[in-house]
C-alpha cells in the first residue's frame, strides 16, 4: 500500500493551514459553518416550548434552533390552535424564488407533513372544544435526543 497524494485539497480547521488558498484551512467560514451545520440537520438548541392552556391560545417559549444549518432565535409566540383537534407545530423556513430564506414561521398544521422541506418538528398538541389538553414535545434537541419522555414520538409524526 502506498500513499497517494491528493491535490489541492482542503482540511479545516488546521493550524498548518493545509489549503490550496492561504487562510482557508486555518480559519472558518460562513459557508463551511453551515455546510457542517447542514450535516447535523435541523435540531432546538434551547427554548421552543408550549405548555397547556385552559383556553386554545398558549405561548411558544423563545428559543434557539438550527434548520438545515440556518441559526433561528425566535420570540415568545402566542399560538391558536383548533378545537377539538390533534395539531403537529413546526418551525419552518420561508425562502423565495431564489432559494433566499425570506423568514422563519410556526405553522400549525392537522397533518403529520409540513408544508416546507426545511423544517424542525416542536409538538403535537390536543385540544377539546376550549382547552389546549395535552401537548408532545416531540423535537429533536442538542445532544441527540428527544426532550419528550418518549424517543418513539419521531415515528408516530413520519419522522
Do not use: H
Request: glycine residues 8%; contains cysteine.
Amino acid at each position: 500500500m502506498s500513499d497517494v497524494e491528493i491535490t489541492n485539497e482542503l482540511v479545516q480547521f488546521t493550524k498548518n493551514d493545509v489549503s490550496a488558498v492561504a487562510g482557508q484551512g486555518r480559519y472558518l467560514t460562513e459557508q463551511s459553518l453551515a455546510d457542517v451545520l447542514e450535516i447535523l440537520g435541523s435540531f432546538v438548541l434551547s427554548g421552543l416550548t408550549l405548555p397547556t392552556s385552559v383556553s386554545l391560545t398558549s405561548t411558544m417559549a423563545a428559543g434557539v434552533a438550527f434548520v438545515k444549518g440556518y441559526r433561528v432565535t425566535t420570540t415568545a409566540t402566542n399560538l391558536t390552535f383548533g378545537a377539538s383537534a390533534t395539531s403537529y407545530v413546526w418551525l419552518e423556513l420561508v425562502k423565495d424564488g431564489s432559494d433566499l430564506v425570506t423568514k422563519a414561521v410556526f405553522e400549525i398544521l392537522t397533518t403529520t407533513t409540513p408544508t416546507r422541506p426545511d423544517f424542525v418538528p416542536l409538538c403535537v398538541v390536543t385540544t377539546s372544544g376550549s382547552a389546549i389538553t395535552a401537548v408532545q414535545d416531540i423535537s429533536f434537541r442538542s445532544g441527540g435526543s428527544s426532550s419528550g419522555s418518549d424517543l418513539n414520538a419521531f415515528s408516530s409524526v413520519g419522522l
